[in-house]
């Protein structure tokens, strides 16, 4: 027996596959035609992608709006780029971030998590203002220059060893590493954890009545987005070699958000297809002018007054229905 | 004289000057910032970027020759109707859907996004600055000032207090808090609501364009002139309440002075982190600001 939620998170998942062969695609055309630039484009988008995954997970699941989840981003940038300029590991790297990133969102979580809608809004967003500008002003992490000079590595995956300068192997890689966190954050929101995420958010008052804290799962949700914005954040010094400032700032937390309300939000997968969307118009409007924001801006409002379920949050239902078809009576 | 009496006068007192009119201008952009929030519930991301078209009207007006002082009165007016049209052709579209707070939110964060671009577009990116209107300067008590200065300090005043005038001595004012307390019971009471509601907008966004018309002279104009502007101001209304006009009064006050005095001691570098974790600290122990909500006490 299959219930409605677990049929929309099939559909999910059904949508993360056909983004799965398309990228697959994109990659074996990139190494037919030796291209490097459209594949690292191709990977930043996904890095970003996974940015916006967590910011869904708090504004699809809890209903709650974060503009600050730049400070997680930007905290696995920081941190990836500095262990990998001290120790040339992937791994390293990454069990750092998970580690930082959880602590930081536990920490983070208290605070914000005392607050509830517009207010943790701009909780999110002040917390993110405070820790960019001492980054910005910090001397030992290069202040307004940034990081400089990470060094390129080779991931040892067990059979195969990467380097993060192969535009398709590193791209291969980040796409794992995203459908990964995506699973990951799909299989926890489809257990009666993520059931219980959705009653909070139609109804806090009630679930203290039903035996359940409202502040475990909520602290719960907001640490599982911080550790995926800190892992997203911790593949962008490997691609690009250098990590900024600009990284933290609010830009970053509101194309986040952007790309999660174009995708759709509450479907995890809107994230991902929000940012290959925005990723491809920034480039090909970027191509004729260097105004791309107003176009982006007009879509993005355009989305909120008529599209408020996004782009893929109007798709799914249809592939909901012919999944239903097929499962047995 | 003393030595404290002389750091007083030398040290101290022009760094409060300079955070005075600091204060007063981001109290002008906060006003309209707590207003449209007290009263309709939506937090307006694109304020700063009110605020910069404010600057940038009167500067393509002043190129065909309005002097500044006619600008003055006609910033705001045209921002009126502007905002007008903005409320009733946006922001009703979204504002009575279930998740009001976070759709307005993110319906003006959009529009900020395409204003910035389209000033970058029309003025280009580098920053102008217009001629201060009034030069020279004045010396009190030992202490300099510029005139112009001295005018904003002055004028902003006047305006803050004619605001806090209509909202809460006049009918207009009444009828406004009474929207904000309890729009049904207002409506019933003939009170209307939607007028009410387009024209609170209207008039917090021409607050902001006035405001950016005052502070051109000082600040310059440029694309990106809201967005460093507009966090403080955000900052002075939840510290103060939102929706509290009191509370921007006071709490821009606080804050600019905080920010000018710490600036003495540590890098001015830092004092925006200050300013900030004072916010989060405020959001944490007393989300609702140090005073409550426009109609309510």
């Given at each position: 027996?299959?219930?409605?939620?677990?049929?929309?998170?099939?559909?999910s998942?059904?949508?993360?596959?056909?983004?799965?062969?398309?990228?697959?695609?994109?990659?074996?055309?990139?190494?037919?035609?030796?291209?490097?630039?459209?594949?690292?484009?191709?990977?930043?988008?996904?890095?970003?992608?996974?940015?916006?995954?967590?910011?869904?997970?708090?504004?699809?699941?809890?209903?709650?709006?974060?503009?600050?989840?730049?400070?997680?981003?930007?905290?696995?940038?920081?941190?990836?780029?500095?262990?990998?300029?001290?120790?040339?590991?992937?791994?390293?790297a990454?069990?750092?971030?998970?580690?930082?990133?959880?602590?930081?969102g536990?920490?983070?979580?208290?605070?914000?998590?005392?607050?509830?809608?517009?207010?943790?809004?701009?909780?999110?967003?002040?917390?993110?203002q405070?820790?960019?500008?001492?980054?910005?002003?910090?001397?030992?992490l290069?202040?307004?220059?940034?990081?400089?000079?990470?060094?390129?590595?080779?991931?040892?995956?067990?059979?195969?060893?990467?380097?993060?300068?192969?535009?398709?192997?590193?791209?291969?890689?980040?796409?794992?590493?995203?459908?990964?966190?995506?699973?990951?954050?799909?299989?926890?929101?489809?257990?009666?954890?993520?059931?219980?995420?959705?009653?909070?958010?139609?109804?806090?008052?009630?679930?203290?009545?039903?035996?359940?804290?409202?502040?475990?799962?909520?602290?719960?949700?907001?640490?599982?987005?911080?550790?995926?914005?800190?892992?997203?954040?911790?593949?962008?010094?490997m691609?690009?070699?250098?990590?900024?400032?600009?990284l933290m700032?609010?830009?970053?937390?509101?194309?986040?958000?952007?790309?999660?309300?174009?995708?759709?939000a509450?479907?995890?997968?809107?994230?991902?297809?929000?940012?290959?969307?925005?990723?491809?118009?920034?480039?090909v409007?970027?191509?004729?002018?260097?105004?791309?924001?107003?176009?982006?801006?007009?879509?993005?409002?355009?989305?909120?007054?008529f599209?408020?379920?996004?782009?893929?949050?109007?798709?799914?239902?249809?592939?909901?229905?012919?999944?239903?078809?097929r499962?047995?009576? | 004289?003393?030595e404290?009496?002389?750091?007083?006068?030398?040290?101290?007192?022009?760094?409060?000057?300079?955070?005075?009119?600091?204060?007063?201008?981001?109290?002008?952009?906060?006003?309209?910032?707590?207003?449209?929030?007290?009263?309709?519930?939506?937090?307006?991301?694109?304020?700063?970027?009110?605020?910069?078209?404010?600057?940038?009207?009167?500067?393509?007006?002043?190129?065909i020759?309005?002097?500044?002082?006619?600008?003055?009165?006609?910033?705001?007016?045209?921002?009126?109707?502007?905002?007008?049209?903005?409320?009733?052709g946006?922001?009703?579209?979204?504002?009575?859907?279930?998740?009001?707070?976070v759709?307005?939110?993110?319906?003006?964060?959009?529009?900020?996004?395409?204003?910035?671009?389209?000033?970058?577009?029309?003025?280009?990116?580098?920053?102008?600055?217009?001629?201060?209107?009034?030069?020279?300067?004045?010396?009190?008590?030992?202490?300099?000032?510029?005139?112009?200065?001295?005018?904003?300090i002055?004028?902003?005043?006047?305006?803050?207090?004619?605001?806090?005038?209509?909202?809460?001595?006049?009918?207009?004012g009444?009828?406004?808090?009474?929207?904000?307390?309890?729009?049904?019971?207002?409506?019933?009471?003939?009170?209307?609501?939607q007028?009410?509601?387009?024209?609170?907008?209207?008039?917090?966004?021409?607050?902001?364009?006035?405001?950016?018309?005052?502070?051109?002279?000082?600040?310059?104009?440029?694309?990106?002139?809201?967005?460093?502007?507009?966090?403080?101001?955000?900052?002075?209304?939840?510290?103060?309440?939102?929706?509290?006009?009191?509370?921007?009064?006071?709490?821009g006050?606080?804050?600019?002075?905080?920010?000018?005095?710490?600036?003495l001691?540590?890098?001015?570098?830092?004092?925006?982190?200050?300013?900030?974790?004072?916010?989060?600290?405020?959001?944490?122990?007393?989300?609702?600001?140090?005073?409550?909500?426009?109609?309510?006490?």
């Amino acid at each position: 027996m299959v219930d409605a939620l677990t049929r929309s998170m099939r559909a999910s998942h059904v949508l993360v596959a056909i983004l799965v062969s398309v990228s697959l695609v994109i990659a074996a055309v990139g190494v037919a035609f030796d291209d490097t630039f459209y594949l690292r484009l191709a990977t930043e988008a996904l890095i970003f992608a996974g940015l916006a995954l967590s910011v869904d997970i708090l504004l699809g699941y809890t209903g709650l709006l974060s503009l600050g989840q730049a400070l997680y981003f930007g905290l696995g940038a920081y941190l990836s780029a500095l262990v990998l300029m001290v120790v040339p590991s992937f791994w390293a790297a990454i069990g750092a971030t998970a580690l930082a990133s959880a602590l930081a969102g536990l920490i983070g979580g208290f605070i914000v998590n005392r607050v509830r809608g517009v207010y943790f809004a701009l909780i999110t967003f002040g917390m993110a203002q405070v820790a960019a500008k001492i980054v910005y002003n910090t001397r030992a992490l290069g202040a307004s220059d940034g990081l400089i000079g990470v060094p390129v590595i080779d991931i040892n995956l067990g059979i195969v060893t990467v380097s993060s300068a192969s535009p398709a192997g590193f791209f291969l890689l980040v796409l794992a590493m995203i459908v990964i966190l995506y699973a990951f954050a799909a299989y926890l929101l489809d257990t009666p954890f993520g059931r219980l995420l959705i009653a909070l958010r139609a109804n806090e008052a009630r679930i203290p009545f039903l035996g359940y804290r409202t502040m475990t799962p909520r602290l719960a949700a907001y640490v599982l987005a911080a550790m995926i914005a800190g892992l997203s954040g911790a593949l962008y010094p490997m691609l690009r070699g250098f990590v900024s400032p600009e990284l933290m700032f609010f830009e970053t937390s509101g194309n986040a958000v952007i790309t999660v309300v174009t995708g759709g939000a509450g479907i995890l997968v809107g994230a991902l297809y929000g940012s290959a969307l925005l990723t491809l118009l920034k480039s090909v409007i970027g191509s004729y002018t260097v105004h791309h924001l107003i176009v982006i801006g007009v879509l993005f409002m355009g989305a909120v007054i008529f599209l408020p379920k996004g782009m893929m949050g109007s798709i799914r239902p249809a592939i909901e229905r012919m999944l239903a078809r097929r499962e047995p009576k | 004289m003393s030595e404290a009496a002389q750091y007083f006068q030398f040290v101290l007192a022009p760094q409060m000057l300079i955070g005075l009119v600091l204060g007063v201008a981001v109290i002008l952009v906060a006003l309209g910032l707590t207003i449209i929030f007290g009263l309709l519930d939506v937090i307006n991301m694109s304020h700063g970027e009110f605020y910069a078209l404010g600057a940038f009207v009167a500067l393509a007006l002043s190129t065909i020759g309005l002097p500044f002082w006619l600008l003055l009165l006609l910033v705001p007016l045209i921002m009126l109707p502007v905002g007008y049209i903005v409320e009733r052709g946006l922001i009703q579209r979204v504002f009575h859907s279930g998740d009001r707070h976070v759709r307005t939110l993110l319906l003006t964060f959009g529009l900020g996004l395409v204003m910035e671009d389209a000033f970058r577009l029309v003025f280009g990116p580098n920053p102008h600055r217009p001629e201060t209107p009034i030069a020279g300067g004045v010396e009190a008590l030992g202490i300099f000032l510029p005139s112009y200065r001295l005018f904003l300090i002055i004028v902003g005043t006047a305006i803050i207090a004619a605001v806090a005038f209509v909202v809460y001595r006049t009918r207009l004012g009444a009828m406004v808090r009474a929207a904000a307390f309890d729009r049904d019971m207002a409506a019933s009471l003939g009170v209307p609501v939607q007028h009410v509601y387009a024209g609170a907008f209207a008039f917090g966004v021409a607050l902001a364009g006035l405001a950016g018309v005052l502070l051109a002279p000082i600040y310059s104009v440029f694309p990106t002139m809201g967005r460093d502007f507009i966090l403080m101001a955000f900052t002075v209304v939840i510290v103060g309440g939102m929706g509290s006009i009191t509370g921007v009064v006071v709490a821009g006050l606080l804050l600019t002075q905080i920010q000018a005095i710490v600036s003495l001691y540590i890098s001015p570098v830092w004092s925006d982190p200050i300013v900030f974790g004072i916010m989060v600290v405020m959001l944490m122990v007393r989300p609702q600001g140090l005073f409550g909500r426009l109609g309510h006490g």
